[in-house]
T-cell receptor, first 114, second 113 residues
């Protein structure tokens, strides 16, 4: 079965530290890839997405992600985190087949201390 | 610009009671989804719909039912509530099969006691 793995369950950083959250998926065909963010008490919001083209995609709030097809990975990065980045981050994959829905990872909680 | 509207925001049910979680979108999206979110488990797909009159089961459909009589509405029905259904429920919609990303509602926090 297709799956999405997020290896870090909880990441704790100080402000200005760099961030990288891992995401791997288990589908061999063409995929669309997403990162969503959920701030405390809120619903999920789209951070960035990859469909095709340049494997380095830039999203909102200074986040970026790199698609590495050979590693089935789509890691999220940010050079310098802020306290306001404290949230839960979800990686999601769409296997690009008609009638299928997004498959989400279990999420990574990011806590940033000021 | 309402997007996806979910009601209610909070609800406490007793075991065996039934209720309907409402979801409506005003973006003319064909695709709609129901997920449940449990701590440390991410989002699990309950049901989804690719258009009015068409629904299909997701990963965790047991104990739930859905209908899609219009493009706008996609209610989720719990017939006999159980403690295992305590969760946060999110409705989402998209214009393609997730290819364009989802728009999420604000969620319904349900507690079954």
């Amino acid at each position: 079965a297709q799956s999405v793995s997020q290896h870090n369950h909880h990441v704790i950083l100080s402000e200005a530290a760099s961030l990288e959250l891992g995401c791997n998926y288990s589908y061999g065909g063409t995929v669309n890839l997403f990162w969503y963010v959920q701030y405390p008490g809120q619903h999920l919001q789209l951070l960035l997405k990859y469909f095709s083209g340049d494997p380095l995609v830039k999203g909102i709030k200074g986040f970026e992600a790199e698609f590495i097809k050979s590693k089935f990975s789509f890691n999220l990065r940010k050079p310098s985190v802020q306290w306001s980045d404290t949230a839960e981050y979800f990686c999601a994959v769409n296997p690009n087949q008609a009638g299928t829905a997004l498959i989400f990872g279990k999420g990574t909680t990011l806590s940033v201390s000021s | 610009n309402a997007g996806v509207t979910q009601t209610p925001k909070f609800r406490i049910l007793k075991i065996g009671q039934s209720m309907t979680l409402q979801c409506a979108q005003d973006m003319n999206h064909n695709y709609m989804y129901w997920y449940r979110q449990d701590p440390g488990m991410g989002l699990k797909l309950i049901y989804y719909s690719v258009g009015a009159g068409i629904t299909d089961k997701g990963e965790v459909p047991n104990g739930y039912n859905v209908s899609r009589s219009t493009t706008e509405d996609f209610p989720l029905r719990l017939e006999l509530a159980a403690p295992s259904q305590t969760s946060v429920y999110f409705c989402a919609s998209s214009s393609l099969t997730g290819g364009g990303g989802y728009t999420f509602g604000s969620g319904t926090r349900l507690t079954v006691v």
